[in-house]
């Protein structure tokens, strides 16, 4: 079966400083991974993604996140959080072939909240 | 250019009553993903379409749910006989191909059965 885990509901940092919001997954042969933000009252924004090659992938708004094959993690990552970085996070991961193709498995999601 | 629509973005609705809800996907988007968010949760998945044809459904948590893309483009799930555990964000989401790595959402219908 596949499934994510988020393991903290909560991250909280100041700005200016480096965040981190955890991911751990569980799939069926080489893993698809990927991160989105949720704004209130708004759809799920991609942020990045992970199919193959580098272990560290880059994406939106300064966002990095690292894939761990050994640890099965795929943590979310930034060098200097902003204040606007402030909303809720998810991690998902799908299977690259099979009947569920294409179906997402999200985690429970991290609110994340950066001080000024 | 336009993103996935949903209409109505909000739903209130009698417990017993049927509703249906909405999802313009972009244009030209071969799948069609529908999900449910339930408050504090993570999206879960419901059913999927690839143009009209409704590949997967194992996702629908009854056969209370009911979802159609007739024509291959917007499509609609149905909920007959509401409960209050049906109260939930619907998200609907497409994507170019049933491969493609990214999926586009919309913003959703949050759903309220009282």
């Known amino acids: 079966a596949q499934s994510v885990a988020q393991p903290e509901d909560q991250v909280n940092v100041a700005e200016g400083n480096p965040l981190t919001v955890k991911c751990t997954y569980s799939?069926?042969?080489?893993?698809?991974l990927f991160w989105y933000v949720q704004y209130p009252n708004r759809g799920l924004q991609f942020l990045l993604k992970?199919?193959?090659?580098?272990?560290l992938v880059k994406g939106s708004y300064g966002f990095e996140a690292e894939f761990n094959k050994s640890q099965t993690s795929f943590h979310l990552k930034k060098p200097s959080a902003l204040v606007s970085d402030s909303a809720l996070y998810f991690c998902a991961v799908r299977q690259n072939r099979g009947s569920t193709l294409g179906r997402l498995y999200f985690g429970r999601g991290t609110q994340l909240t950066v001080w000024p | 250019g336009a993103g996935v629509s949903q209409s109505p973005r909000y739903k209130v609705a009698k417990r017993g009553q049927d509703v249906a809800l909405r999802c313009d996907p972009i244009s030209g988007h071969v799948s069609l993903f529908w999900y449910q968010q339930a408050l504090g949760q993570g999206p879960e998945f419901l059913t999927y379409f690839q143009n009209e044809a409704q590949l997967d459904k194992s996702g629908l948590p009854s056969d209370r749910f009911f979802a159609e893309r007739p024509e291959g483009s917007v499509s609609t799930l149905k909920i007959q006989r509401t409960q209050q555990e049906d109260s939930a964000v619907y998200l609907c989401a497409s994507s170019p191909t049933r491969s493609s790595y990214e999926q586009y959402f919309g913003p959703g219908t949050r759903l309220t059965v009282t």
């Open positions: 799939v069926s042969g080489n893993p698809y």
């Open positions: 992970y199919i193959t090659g580098d272990n």
